[in-house]
């Protein structure tokens, strides 16, 4: 195939999530969709230089930059960014404004208003302006949600979703912005709940009205770089009752303090005629009950093990074989292939920032909702 154009792609934020965002970017060109194009590796961008460095190295970038000023002008096309939460705004906000195509991670930002704020910027531009909510990617999720919206579990009747870590549970775990309101906007209701609300929203449709929702911090201190003790202001664990505008009803539970889960994220959704479930610890397959398959009385729930046929996988695995497994790294591949071919098109991305900020309006909502301890309505843009 002949190339016929260039991609110079940078990541800022070189943490556990610019790296995942590196690996995608590195093994992008996996996709046929993408033969033509050359995504060419150019700069990572972290004040931690060594640390830039180390992952330019690791996944074959040219060169490392401290500041994403250094950037601006440079030629560079496509842009990730993986920041903390209170950088949202004004590094996505100057990339647009130079003129960059960018994804930023979930959170869009650390409220509704600063996620509406990200959207106005983007709509004065035509860039791609995109959120990467990575567990969409994952190839049983995606064929999850398909075999869902086909109708094979009739209509979705209720559901449950819920992310549990135990990255927090440590209480000698140092104080970081994470454990900050300030600087987080919140804890695990918008480092986590995000990610199964999007996925519950993938599925369902949107969420019109959050009915409760409780936070609870269990460790109310933690240390400091210089051995003082620092308060931790925001949730390690979350609660959240949904109605969506489908009718369908959720229950979200997220915590940070989920002691034996390292990273657990589980969907559950139940219909009029049956029900499906994924759970992330067993990444490559999902369940899939049909009340109305097989002989009466032989029902029964199936495990589904995807294979090339579903969304993502021929075009993120090296042996694109049914049965060899697809995880975290393949939902990064997927989400940077997304987010190139949409550059590409000249397209938005299916996880825009107006679906990012649909779910910061959500949290917006929980958030409410726990403070006031009643039901919310999730705002549309027009009321905010
Ligand atoms: N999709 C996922 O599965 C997933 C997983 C983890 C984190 N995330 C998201 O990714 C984001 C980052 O998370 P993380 O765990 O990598 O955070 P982190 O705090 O571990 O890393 C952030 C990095 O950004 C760097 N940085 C700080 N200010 C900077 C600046 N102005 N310019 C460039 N670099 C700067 C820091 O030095 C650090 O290396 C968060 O929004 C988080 O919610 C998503």
Redesign the pocket.
């Known amino acids: 195939m002949t190339i016929t154009r260039n991609l110079r792609v940078a990541v ?7 790296q ?1 965002h590196a690996f995608g970017f590195r093994n992008a060109r996996m996709s046929d969709a993408l033969s033509d194009v050359e995504i060419v590796l150019d700069t990572i ?4 230089t060594v ?1 830039a460095q180390t992952v330019a190295r690791r996944y074959g970038f040219a060169r490392v930059a401290a ?2 000023s250094q950037i601006l002008d440079s030629g560079i096309d496509a842009v990730s960014v ?4 209170s ?1 949202s705004v004004p ?1 996505l906000g100057s990339l647009l404004e130079a003129g960059k195509h960018v994804i930023g ?3 869009l930002g650390r409220s509704g208003a600063e996620a509406a704020e990200l959207v106005e910027i983007a709509r004065a531009t035509d860039r791609v302006a995109a959120v ?1 909510f ?1 567990y969409r990617r994952i190839p049983a999720v995606a064929q999850l949600q398909e075999t869902v919206a086909d109708g094979a579990i009739g209509d979705p009747l209720f559901a449950r979703g819920h992310f549990f870590s135990d990255y927090a549970l440590d209480p000698a775990s140092p104080m ?2 994470r454990f900050d309101q300030e600087a987080s906007g919140g804890g695990t209701i918008l ?1 986590m709940a995000t990610h199964v609300i999007d996925a519950l929203e993938f599925v369902l449709g949107g969420v019109e009205e959050v009915g409760a929702c409780i936070l609870d911090t269990t460790i109310a201190q933690r240390p400091t770089r210089d051995g003082s003790m620092a308060a931790v202001t925001n949730d390690d664990t979350a609660l959240i009752d949904l109605r969506f505008a489908g009718g369908a009803i959720a229950s979200v539970l997220s915590s940070r303090v989920g002691a034996g889960c390292p990273i657990e994220l589980g969907l559950e959704i139940f219909g009029t005629r049956g029900h499906a479930r994924y759970r992330f610890d067993r990444p490559n397959e999902w369940v899939l009950y049909q009340r109305d398959v097989g002989e009466e009385g032989t029902d029964a729930p199936r495990t589904i093990i995807p294979g090339p046929a579903a969304r993502y996988f021929a075009d993120t695995m090296p042996m694109a074989a049914r049965g060899n497994a697809t995880g975290y790294g393949e939902a990064f591949v997927a989400q940077m292939q997304t987010f190139l071919k949409a550059v590409v098109d000249g397209t938005p991305m299916d996880t825009s920032f107006e679906v990012a900020a649909r779910t910061m309006r959500v949290i917006d909502a929980a958030l409410a909702s726990a403070r006031e301890r009643r039901p919310v309505a999730v705002t549309t843009p027009s009321e905010n």
Do not use: M
């Not at 961008?45 to 931690?48: F, I």
């Not at 993986?82 to 939460?85: E, G, I, Q, R, V």
């Open positions: 800022i934020g070189a943490g556990p999530a610019g995942a961008v972290d004040p931690d640390l500041d994403v993986a920041l903390p939460s950088l590094v991670e979930k959170p990467g990575s970081t912005w480092d």
